[in-house]
């Protein structure tokens, strides 16, 4: 937090309103002191060359500025590493996700050593995709599935969300597009006369989703699950 601009009182207000614990602006200054520079030196160290898949998910926040609450978002980079294994990136506080801030983060993977990431997976965050298609021309976007489905049972009532995301799952988990598309038309007949925003969602984004249908069933589960970047979100 230090690092990306809020000052030790404002940290101290954060911790106290997440964790529920009183934290000293002196105390915070002490440690940021000793901190600081292994922070920077974790956030500039160098990257490998090539990520299979990348993933960016927020952690949100309240912070108290001079009285008034603000909303913050950490946003966690995780890559998948070409052995498999789960990598923390970065991590970058953001107040404005314009597509200038976006590609500022990404410019800093490639600064870092990043040459290639085939698959970004994201939540629809706000200008994202022009930013990628500047900085990783050739990296393929896919929208996260969970989140979609989530954010899709918002508009469900509760007696019915175990019926209507099972009837999801028989879209992103077909054989292959055409098959997806036939299974959004089944499923919309079904419940769109009683949840029209949910179906619109999907049939709205689904240039977003589509690209998942691309890749191998084994590449393809890695985005029906957020258990890898959420594990750790949870621990933030």
Not at 171 to 180: F, G, L, N, R, V
Request: glycine share 4%.
């Amino acid at each position: 937090m230090y690092a990306k601009g809020m000052t030790t009182r404002q940290i101290s207000e954060a911790i106290e309103d997440i964790y529920g614990f009183e934290v000293s602006e002196g105390m915070v200054s002490d440690i940021t002191d000793k901190l600081l520079p292994r922070i920077e030196e974790w956030q500039n160290r160098p990257l490998s060359s090539v990520y299979p898949i990348v993933f960016i998910d927020a952690v949100h926040f309240s912070v108290r500025d001079d009285g008034v609450i603000r909303k913050l978002a950490a946003y966690v980079v995780l890559g998948i590493n070409e052995d498999g294994m789960k990598e923390v990136l970065s991590i970058v506080v953001g107040e404005n996700e314009s597509s200038k801030y976006w590609l500022s983060v990404l410019n800093s993977l490639k600064n870092r050593g990043v040459q290639d990431i085939l698959i970004l997976c994201s939540d629809g965050l706000t200008e994202i995709k022009d930013a990628i298609s500047a900085a990783f021309p050739e990296t393929e976007q896919q929208r996260c599935i969970v989140h979609m489905v989530r954010n899709t049972l918002k508009y469900v009532a509760n007696k019915d969300m175990k019926s209507f995301a099972k009837d999801l799952k028989t879209i992103y988990t077909a054989a292959d597009e055409e098959a997806a598309r036939k299974q959004l038309k089944t499923v919309t007949e079904k419940w769109s006369g009683q949840y029209p925003s949910a179906m619109n969602r999907w049939h709205d984004n689904w240039d977003a989703i589509s690209p998942i249908f691309k890749f191998s069933k084994e590449v393809r589960t890695a985005f029906y699950t957020t258990n890898a970047i959420e594990s750790l979100n949870s621990c933030l």
